[in-house]
Nanobody, 123 residues
Framework: QVQLVESGGGLVQAGGSLRLSCAAS????????MGWFRQTPGKEREFVAAISRSGDDTYSADSVKGRFTISRDNAKNTVYLQMNSLKPEDTAVYYC????????????????WGQGTQVTVSS
């Protein structure tokens, strides 16, 4: 069992930055691919970024490439999402997830989810 707790969301002006954190319980953190997804009302949860178990490989959605960076610290059981040059369309609830599977961009490959953190970008 893995419990995930996100933090770092908030209200920011367009062009600003936020850093999300996701702290995981348990001693098997490094055995999971970690990902960030986001969701707005009435829409499906969409892939944002993911990072391999070792942290050597990262993947990002085209909409955030060059602006968002995912990283992890396996010693601290934490994954981060650094978000720069934020746009109003980035407004969403951001969720971190842990996957024991192989397809980092597929929602149902994720075994555990956090409760989400709200990010609001004003224009």
């Amino acid at each position: 069992q893995v419990q995930l707790v996100e933090s770092g969301g908030g209200l920011v002006q367009a062009g600003g930055s936020l850093r999300l954190s996701c702290a995981a319980s348990g001693r098997t953190f490094s055995s999971y691919i970690m990902g960030w997804f986001r969701q707005t009302p009435g829409k499906e949860r969409e892939f944002v970024a993911a990072i391999s178990r070792s942290g050597d490989d990262t993947y990002s959605a085209d909409s955030v490439k060059g602006r968002f960076t995912i990283s992890r610290d396996n010693a601290k059981n934490t994954v981060y999402l650094q978000m720069n040059s934020l746009k109003p369309e980035d407004t969403a609830v951001y969720y971190c997830g842990a996957s024991s599977g192989s397809y980092y961009y597929i929602l149902w490959e994720y075994d555990y989810w956090g409760q989400g953190t709200q990010v609001t970008v004003s224009s």
